[in-house]
Nanobody, 116 residues
Framework: QVQLVESGGGWVQPGGSLTLSCAASGAISSISRMAWYRQTPEKEREWVASVGRIGSGAFSDAVKGRFTASRDDAKNTLHLIMNNLTPEDTGVYYC??????????WGPGTQVIVSS
């Protein structure tokens, strides 16, 4: 099993930037892919981005061109760099780890609020 802890959330004005981090511990070698999701009370959990073991990334249309992802393998940490934020980016952001053998783990989430 892998334990995930997100950090870096907070309040930011529209047009601002935030960087979220997801620190992984435990059976790191069992992870095939990691992803970011977000959720608001009004919407179901929404996929934001995925990053594979070789660093290839994919982003939802809602964030493409504004969000990027990077990995720090030495620290087992995945970052989500969010630029040009809008109020529609408000939500709780969750980190997910997917396993080679199937299954997944989630972090507890970190709140992002984009508001003037």
């Amino acid at each position: 099993q892998v334990q995930l802890v997100e950090s870096g959330g907070g309040w930011v004005q529209p047009g601002g930037s935030l960087t979220l981090s997801c620190a992984a511990s435990g059976a790191i070698s069992s992870i095939s892919r990691m992803a970011w999701y977000r959720q608001t009370p009004e919407k179901e959990r929404e996929w934001v981005a995925s990053v594979g073991r070789i660093g290839s990334g994919a982003f939802s249309d809602a964030v493409k061109g504004r969000f990027t992802a990077s990995r720090d393998d030495a620290k087992n940490t995945l970052h989500l760099i969010m630029n040009n934020l809008t109020p529609e980016d408000t939500g709780v952001y969750y980190c997910q780890a997917m396993y080679f053998q199937g299954g997944q783990s989630w972090g507890p989430g970190t709140q992002v609020i984009v508001s003037s």
